[in-house]
């Protein structure tokens, strides 16, 4: 016959192998969580209903990788950075620290303002919201004013801080890269 103690203490044993499952699956599904929402190419076909124009190449001057600095709020050490363009729209692809992971979004910018923005792949774990439309309908339309900030406020979303501001900021990299772009 099985003691209580025994029982007790296997109990014991039981719920903290619980408990750590629970912790492994948790931290595991933070490490690697990626959503692919729609891949790059893929954005790019529907963008240009299948016919993508070929990459081009834009060399960041020194002024204008300053300037990126700025807008991300920490350093920019990239020098050349692919688009696509067709007439006075460009399209860019670009990434922006959320938290810990990048966010892979899509902005198409036409006439100077951001036409459609797309969060392509997101890697956290928290703030995934500011892929649908409801958050990413409010950079429709907006540009840049003279100090380059938007010209209109992006209103957040709450347990989001982190991605909200990387799309605010992506956003304001794309609009001020399409105006680098167009006046070459």
């Known amino acids: 016959m099985v003691s209580q103690r025994a029982l007790e203490t296997a109990g014991k ?23 692919i929402y729609q891949t790059p190419r893929d954005f790019l076909n529907e963008t240009f209903d ?8 834009f060399v960041i001057s020194e002024e204008t990788r300053d300037e990126a600095a700025r807008i991300l709020r920490h350093g920019y050490g990239v020098e050349k950075i692919n688009f696509w363009s067709e ?66 406020s992006v209103d957040g979303i709450s347990g989001a801080t982190l991605s909200v501001n990387a799309l605010r900021a992506l956003a304001r990299l794309a609009l001020y890269f399409d105006v680098q772009v167009q006046g070459e």
């Open 87 to 152: 007439g006075e729209r460009s399209v860019w692809i670009l990434e922006e620290i959320g938290r810990y992971r990048p966010i892979t979004v899509g902005l198409i910018v036409s006439k100077g303002e951001i036409e459609d923005i797309r969060v392509l792949i997101f890697r956290e774990s928290h703030g995934w919201e500011v892929r649908h439309a409801f958050f990413t309908d409010q950079f429709k339309g907006l540009r840049l004013d003279a100090e380059n900030e938007l010209t209109a």
């Open 50 to 57: 299948g016919n993508i124009p070929l990459a081009r190449s």
């Open 13 to 35: 044993y039981i719920f903290a192998l619980v408990v750590l499952a629970g912790l492994i699956a948790a931290t595991s599904s933070r490490v690697s969580a990626q959503e």
